[in-house]
T-cell receptor, first 115, second 114 residues
Framework: DAGVIQSPRHEVTEMGQEVTLRCKPI?????LFWYRQTMMRGLELLIY????????DSGMPEDRFSAKMPNASFSTLKIQPSEPRDSAVYFC?????????????FGSGTRLTVV | QQQVKQSPQSLIVQKGGISIINCAYE??????FPWYQQFPGKGPALLIA?????SEKKEGRFTISFNKSAKQFSLHIMDSQPGDSATYFC?????????????FGKGTHLIIQP
């Protein structure tokens, strides 16, 4: 298995532009998580899906952020409009949540820079 | 509210020494406590995890010690090697009611000096 695949690896965009981050989870995993990592705040959970259904989006910072999971093999995180304070590394992780198994597999992340 | 507090922020250990990273949690509903290791440019990777029904778990050179009454747990890396230099995150999760998102500590930047 290729693991969790995120694209792009790096994204530089101007303030006000729309940014879309993509994630392909591991086949067979039933849960998907989006995290944001910054030096100041560490790893923050933004939203997670279980069986393609959003379960908790309380970590999404503002209405400018939205996430979708149209099927079991694809998810997007969209920021519109983007702002400099959105600059961070965004990670997608997937897991097969069953009784007692909560190990997450993370992708390599997307480093977003908003100028 | 920071639900998982991790210390120290950074740690320098000599090769062959013992690295110790500590975490404390507040939410008594947490019942799964993993440690993740992250190298530069990579995502965090699961290292070892423990449930509160045991006080210690060992995998190779890595050991988790868990103190339920104190709501604390720690990672011990024995015979630390330069290849262990990375950022380590503790985390916690409440499994009750179905899957929940992991809450992470702020991380410890570990450097093992040759």
């Amino acid at each position: 298995d290729a693991g969790v695949i995120q694209s792009p690896r790096h994204e530089v965009t101007e303030m006000g532009q729309e940014v879309t981050l993509r994630c392909k989870p591991i086949s067979g995993h039933n849960s998907l998580f989006w995290y944001r990592q910054t030096m100041m705040r560490g790893l923050e959970l933004l939203i997670y899906f279980n069986n393609n259904v959003p379960i908790d989006d309380s970590g999404m910072p503002e209405d400018r952020f939205s996430a979708k999971m149209p099927n079991a093999s694809f998810s997007t995180l969209k920021i519109q409009p983007s702002e400099p304070r959105d600059s961070a590394v965004y990670f997608c992780a997937s897991s097969f949540i069953d009784s007692g198994n909560y190990g997450y597999t993370f992708g390599s992340g997307t480093r977003l820079t908003v100028v | 509210q920071q639900q998982v507090k991790q210390s120290p922020q950074s740690l320098i250990v000599q090769k062959g020494g013992i690295s110790i990273i500590n975490c404390a949690y507040e939410n008594t509903a947490f019942d799964y406590f993993p440690w993740y290791q992250q190298f530069p440019g990579k995502g965090p990777a699961l290292l070892i995890a423990i449930r509160p029904d045991v006080s210690e778990k060992k995998e190779g050179r890595f050991t988790i010690s868990f103190n339920k009454s104190a709501k604390q747990f720690s990672l011990h890396i024995m015979d630390s090697q330069p290849g262990d230099s990375a950022t380590y995150f503790c985390a916690a999760l409440s499994s009750g009611g179905g899957a929940d998102g992991l809450t992470f500590g702020k991380g410890t930047h570990l450097i093992i000096q040759p």
